[in-house]
Nanobody, 119 residues
Framework: QVQLVESGGGLVQAGGSLRLSCAAS????????MGWYRQAPGNQRELVAF???????NYADSVKGRFTISRDNAKNTVDLQMNSLKPEDTAVYYC?????????????WGQGTQVTVSS
């Protein structure tokens, strides 16, 4: 089992920055991927970014060039640096981890942290 705890959400004006952090309850060294998803009211949960165990990253088109995901295996954390925030980035952001050596992978979620961007 893995517990994921997010922090760093809040209220920010458009054009501002926030940094989200996700702390895992155990070593993330062997995790297949860690990532961030978000869900706005009335919308489905969508992928924002993920990072693999070898450091490869992938971003949603809507955040490319503005958001940066990083992981620190020593601290068991994955961060999401969000710059040039827009009102449409407003959502609950969830940390995600996927582990395992065969399908189906084990999937874990954090409880979510609210990000609100005012215009």
């Amino acid at each position: 089992q893995v517990q994921l705890v997010e922090s760093g959400g809040g209220l920010v004006q458009a054009g501002g920055s926030l940094r989200l952090s996700c702390a895992a309850s155990r070593s993330i060294f062997s995790f297949n991927t860690m990532g961030w998803y978000r869900q706005a009211p009335g919308n489905q949960r969508e992928l924002v970014a993920f990072i693999t165990s070898d450091g490869s990253t992938n971003y949603a088109d809507s955040v490319k060039g503005r958001f940066t995901i990083s992981r620190d295996n020593a601290k068991n954390t994955v961060d999401l640096q969000m710059n040039s925030l827009k009102p449409e980035d407003t959502a609950v952001y969830y940390c995600n981890a996927q582990t395992g050596r065969s399908l189906p992978l084990n999937v874990y979620w954090g409880q979510g942290t609210q990000v609100t961007v005012s215009s």
